[in-house]
């Protein structure tokens, strides 16, 4: 195999053979193919595309690159991606919920990207949480817990790790071919039995059209289904930030109201929704609606809280996090509402720009080694609809220090308009994709 060879052909417009697709992934893994070879690969890709058998092949390729789990447990094996949007903490609601219906949840996860939230670091707002642990680490806390949130090691996938970076850096992001095998890489790593995808769009997501997240559900699902793992694709509504608050420790706490029963409302109806799904996939529901009513009955019963606060303690967090979340969540040492300057509906929100907010607050990373500061954010947004008066708070601004605070008031202006009409809302769930 030859690294020049391949990209020549891609080049032409030729497929390339599953051989040399696992030859170049392991060279990536390996170092054996250049950062230039790498980079060159991407474009010919991004420019030529792979087609349907293409990219299953570079997908199980990338997925083999590294260590593929086994497991051995009384149930089936499920997970879930988000493609990413603001105030989306499902997976917290979501995991711990499939767990106390019969499932084990190993999540593997991302941290922030760009405007959207990482899972990870709203784990990590909990004190003493390690999201960092090895293999035999997870098994014992998925076995123990039922579920377990966590980043990927360094031999999940590393031929992604490697191409990712290089992906960044040469504007060969969006491909298509690559987001897939980028994506379902990690997650057919992590070998479930079922696995769920929430595609979001709107203005909070990437994919900002529905043609664009119908391309992306449709191409994640095929060829997730086609490597053998049994996966649906629902697309989600981002027209507005999930759970009226974004930012890690705010959110967390949206996550203890729902898992608690004291907050109904979109974040969760979805999680219920996406749950439904996986449970019906996996043959722990007889069809979607069932799996929803046994997801809704698991989360009224508390179990799935116990099932969080389980998980919280494995992974070095307060034994009683679940009874007293709010003695352990970090406050931030400013706090500013966001004064409506008109009367008024709240007729849009531009969700990337809120996210973006919290990103300048110190909720997110401007460069990759910042900080993350998980006490700031944004909270009591008023959602698409609802009626305002003059003077009345839009929102609160939750920063670390009085002008931080005075800037994002100002973004969170300019991000939610007013119309002297109400507009129509968008359904949450706006495509299934089997």
């Given at each position: ?20 697709l ?15 070879q ?25 997925r ?68 960092q ?84 559900a ?73 799996g ?23 992974m ?31 007729a ?55 002008d ?28 299934r994709?089997?």
């Open positions: 195999m030859d690294a020049r060879a391949i990209i020549a052909a891609l080049r032409r417009g030729d497929e390339p053979s599953a051989a040399e696992t030859w170049f992934a392991q060279g990536l893994a390996d170092q054996a193919v250049s950062d230039a790498a980079g060159a690969f991407a474009m010919a890709v991004c420019l030529r595309g792979l087609g349907d058998e293409g990219r299953r092949a570079l997908t199980l390729a990338m083999d690159s590294g260590d593929v789990l086994q497991w051995d447990l009384d149930g089936p094996v499920l997970d879930k991606h988000s493609t990413g949007g603001v105030g989306d903490c499902v997976s917290l609601v979501l995991a711990p919920a499939l767990a106390a219906c019969g499932a084990y949840v190993p999540m593997i996860s991302g941290r922030g990207l760009g405007h959207t939230g990482g899972t990870l670091d709203k784990m990590e707002a909990i004190p003493g949480v390690t999201t642990v090895s293999e035999d680490r997870l098994a014992q806390i998925t076995r123990d817990t039922g579920c377990a949130i966590v980043g990927a090691t360094s031999q999940i996938a590393p031929a992604d790790k490697r191409l990712y970076a290089i992906r960044d850096v040469t504007s060969t992001v969006e491909s298509l071919d690559l987001i897939t095998a980028s994506i379902l890489s990690k997650k057919l790593a992590a070998s479930p039995d079922a696995l769920v995808l929430d595609v979001k769009v709107g203005s909070g997501a990437f994919m900002k059209t529905m043609e664009e997240a119908r391309a992306l449709q191409s994640l699902s095929r060829t997730a289904n086609a490597a053998g793992c049994k996966t649906s694709a629902v697309i989600t509504s981002m027209d507005q930030p999930l759970a009226p608050a974004l930012g890690n420790a705010l959110e967390v706490n949206e996550v203890m109201q729902v898992l608690t029963g004291q907050k109904p409302g979109p974040l969760l109806d979805i999680s219920i929704a996406l749950g439904g799904v996986v449970l019906a996939d996996a043959g722990l529901a007889p069809d979607a609606a069932a929803e009513v046994k997801l809704a009955e698991a989360i009224a019963s508390g179990r799935a809280a116990d099932h969080f606060g389980r998980m919280v303690a494995a070095g967090g307060p034994l009683d996090f679940v009874e007293n979340w709010n003695r352990y969540l970090p406050e931030a040492a400013v706090i500013r509402e966001v004064p409506a300057q008109k009367s008024g509906y709240v849009a929100i531009d969700g990337e720009a809120l996210g973006l907010a919290v990103v300048h607050l110190g909720g997110g990373r401007l460069v990759e080694n910042d900080q993350v500061d998980p006490a700031v954010g944004i909270s009591d947004l008023m959602p698409l609809g609802a009626k305002i008066t003059k003077g009345q708070p839009l929102a609160r601004i939750h920063a670390a220090r009085e931080k605070a005075e800037a994002a008031v100002q973004a969170v202006l300019r991000a939610m308009a007013l119309a002297d009409k109400a507009p129509a809302t968008p359904d949450l769930i706006r495509e994709i089997a």
